[in-house]
């Protein structure tokens, strides 16, 4: 069973940032690809972004230019600062193995949830 911890959410105020943290074991993190999803109230769930071992991201259109995926193999962990946040990224947050939108974990963490005001 691989723990997908994530943590960091809140509530903030649109325009505000946030950074959240998935950490994880279990696995040789360093060469696996690591996803965020979201998961707003009767909405699917969405791949926001996603890392490859080698660095490469790639993101949501709806969240180019304000978040960025990052990772720490030191650490088995992976980042997603959130800067100018809107009430639209208003969902629960997860992490997953995998590239972007090809989760391969079936069991998800508890999530972390993000609350944007406007």
């Known amino acids: 069973q691989v723990p997908l911890v994530e943590s960091g959410g809140g509530l903030v105020q649109a325009g505000g940032s946030l950074r959240l943290s998935c950490a994880t074991s279990?696995?040789?993190?360093?060469?696996?690809?690591m996803g965020w999803y979201r998961q707003a109230p009767g909405k699917q769930r969405e791949c926001v972004a996603a890392?490859?071992?080698?660095?490469?991201?790639n993101y949501a259109d709806s969240v180019k230019g304000r978040f960025t995926i990052s990772r720490d193999n030191a650490k088995n962990t992976v980042y997603l600062q959130m800067n100018s946040l809107k009430p639209e990224d208003t969902a629960v947050y997860y992490c997953?193995?995998?590239?972007?939108?090809?989760?391969?974990?079936?069991?998800w963490g508890q999530g972390t949830q993000v609350t944007v005001s406007s």
């Open positions: 890392i490859t071992s080698g660095g490469s991201t």
């Open positions: 997953n193995l995998g590239r972007f939108r090809r989760p391969e974990y079936a069991s």
């Open positions: 279990g696995f040789i993190f360093s060469i696996n690809a």
